[in-house]
């Protein structure tokens, strides 16, 4: 066997001990070079140098036009993976900071993590890594990064208001295994290799600060599987996110924090939503659709026409009776005309997974559903007020179970190289 | 709330009691009817005429053109998803039949799943699904079964004499988890949500006769991330299949079998390979590619330059000794001069799912490895020759472990309306 190549400690590297070539890159990186993109290639060179093989033929000038080179740009006002379209994958990593782990590692550990979500996103090659040919086909990633409490308590920061728990509801069974953590990362791309292997770099990249508490994985449909534009559907049948703001004013009414230190960034609730197929499977497709209060099949408001034809609460069918029924789940989660604050970002994934010893105790044939993250300004006056309504009224509670739930600061975009939540951290 | 509509039991169904449309449409099932098209034009009308819904808009005349729609052929004279290039997602179930499932039943799994198989395959929504807009992306789907022992046991036919447990190796740790089962179906699609419905929709459909055993849910690159016939990559970054089969001429040498009652038929062998990222990204990448005997840039024979030049074990570097190691994977694996017929066709894919308390507990981070499939005549002439040379001295051995094992027979294709395996049943 030929040598081993000790692997490099990302402690040792930002202490300043490691290859000459890495530490020119991050020197530009630690002193916030205003010279952007010079210094971003010079960092570059100095990765390839560093490389122990030759990786000639994989870097982005020689990626093939294919979907696989698409790259969604990283820096920006915002971060990405918010307002992207969805991907077709999702790896949602929870972690938590490790017990020794200080402000300072807080704070090593974001400026790694960006170091290395901007080349990956960019197709290219982390410091470090010697896996080249693995960061060649982004195909549209993104790694968008959110705080929990525990991480403003760590870097002793101010947190939003609204960061806490959100409020219990009467229908959740919420799991610990799938509750708040100090960390989470959102990765997604339109390739599942990518996604598995950003998951793998981003784990290991921060084992000497965090350890992953959990790891949720789901999908949308497969890019180019339809026409761009339509709206996904999820496991229910459902199209999802119909009424998801579209435009730049939607989003910033509904999404980007606008002011204060936290501006520019998103409220992130992620809440994971086991649903019965078994039981929902059951019920014909007009019940199915009286429960929803869509058609199944264009996603138009019952008694509408068009998928995106306006939901009319008041509108009645031949019978004189109302047309949407008041406790299906558009109903509920309509925003009332005193509250048209009550809006958010839904951006789900489904996922659909081997039977676990408790599903098939409880008879069920699958252990499937959504990862229901959504962004918004305020959970407390958008994703709270719309999940009590639902919560205590929509006719869907009979087939799905909410049984996690986490929320986090979205730290606003990055620009050349500062890292994510910067502003925050050094201020 | 409407009404519900009571789950047809698919037992029901066959036995005669169900609606008149859909007697119809298994009466010229049932017939062996040779009037292909029409009959399953036929049947196809009558499956539309029983939905509760209009679904109008799903039929596969209005598919866009889209990746989405991209059928590949379910009858011919082998099972598709075997010659099929890799799709992006992979379902593999295994399934026991339930205690009480006489011969009679088991046929009847065969015939009722075949039908569901074809029309989803098709883009069509197979008979009694209430779910019409999710079947009309099949986006490359195949639906591939295979018999295990029990399966031929219980329908009372003689079994292929290389059907039994794969011999136990050295550096084997089978789990019973993931070992054999009477039938296996291997679903693939390059959509991951269809792989998800098909998945559903199967395991309903087969409840009353058989209960799955384990799901091995695994990932290749995303459909149009890299020009088509590009060999993928595991984990391990290595690319996996270069020197599968190509030609007709391959197939006929390598996986179909030619004579018999088996003939048209294939056998697979399932093996499930943890592999160790951890401890294998510790190496630089001269032991990498020692240890594979391949570069991992190009693929190419080490001392060759491209990835199809031929694996030439005499080469000698220039300090005069073997450009390939002995003991790497790809001088084990080839097969000796005096047995060219072990080669065999791979289809592998990869898992990476979160950690488990055992992975945890070994210290690893990730929980990772590659669902490895292989197609061949004879695993007592292929596979198990060369896993033997491999788990003597494959250098890889260091980093991966087996630990799950199956095997199966691989009905021939279908035709027309005839079911899988039907003339080993019916003779």
């Known amino acids: 066997m030929s040598g081993f190549a000790e692997p490099v400690s990302r402690r040792g590297l930002l202490a300043g001990s490691a290859v000459a070539a890495s530490a020119v890159a ?8 205003e010279s952007g993109q010079a210094s971003a290639d010079a960092s570059a060179d100095a990765s390839r140098a560093a490389q122990a093989g030759d990786a000639g033929s994989t870097g982005p000038e020689n990626r093939e036009e294919t979907m696989g080179g698409d790259i969604v740009a990283f820096d920006g006002k915002h971060q990405a993976g918010i307002q992207t379209p969805v991907q077709a994958h999702v790896e949602l990593v929870g972690f938590n900071l490790k017990k020794d782990t200080t402000a300072r590692g807080a704070a090593a550990l974001m400026r790694l993590w960006t170091e290395d979500a901007r080349r990956l996103c960019t197709g290219e090659n982390p410091l470090g890594s010697l896996e080249p040919e693995l960061s060649t086909t982004p195909a549209n990633l993104t790694v968008t990064c959110g705080w929990g409490e525990g991480f403003f308590d760590t870097v002793d920061v101010a947190k939003p208001s ?23 990362l959102q990765i997604c791309s339109d390739d599942p290799f990518t996604a598995a292997f950003v998951l793998r770099h981003m784990t290991r990249a921060g084992k000497d600060y965090a350890d992953v508490a959990w790891i949720q994985q789901g999908f949308s449909h497969a890019y180019g599987s339809a026409p761009k534009g339509v709206t996904p559907r999820n496991l229910f049948g459902q199209k999802d996110g119909t009424v998801n703001p579209r435009s730049e004013e939607d989003f910033n009414e509904q999404v980007w924090i606008e002011d204060g230190p936290f501006a520019g960034g998103s409220a992130m609730v992620v809440r994971r939503i086991h649903m019965n197929l078994d039981t929902w499977e059951q019920l014909d497709r007009a019940a199915r659709e009286n429960s929803t209060g869509r058609t199944l099949d264009t996603g138009a408001p019952i008694g509408a026409k068009d998928e995106f034809d306006p939901v009319d609460l008041d509108a009645r069918n031949e019978f004189g009776l109302k047309a949407i029924d008041e406790n299906s789940h558009v109903a509920r989660a309509h925003p009332p005309a005193e509250h048209p604050e009550q809006k958010l970002l839904r951006r789900p ?43 205590e009224a929509d006719r869907l509670n009979e087939w799905i179970t909410h049984i996690g739930s986490a929320v986090y600061y979205m730290p606003a975009g990055t620009e050349g190289e500062t890292y994510w939540g910067e502003s925050l951290i050094r201020s």
Chains 1, 2 share one sequence.
């Open 162 to 184: 609204w960061l806490r728990d959100i409020q219990a509801f009467d229908h959740d069974d919420l799991r610990p295994e799938w509750g708040q953590t100090d960390i989470v």
């Open 26 to 33: 991050l020197a530009s990186c630690a002193k916030g070079d």
């Open 349 to 391: 994934y489904n996922y659909n997974l081997p039977p676990t010893p408790e599903t098939t105790q409880r008879g069920e044939l699958s252990n499937a559903g959504l990862i229901f993250i959504c962004y918004q300004k305020d959970p407390t006056t958008q994703f709270e007020p719309i999940q009590a309504r639902l919560d």
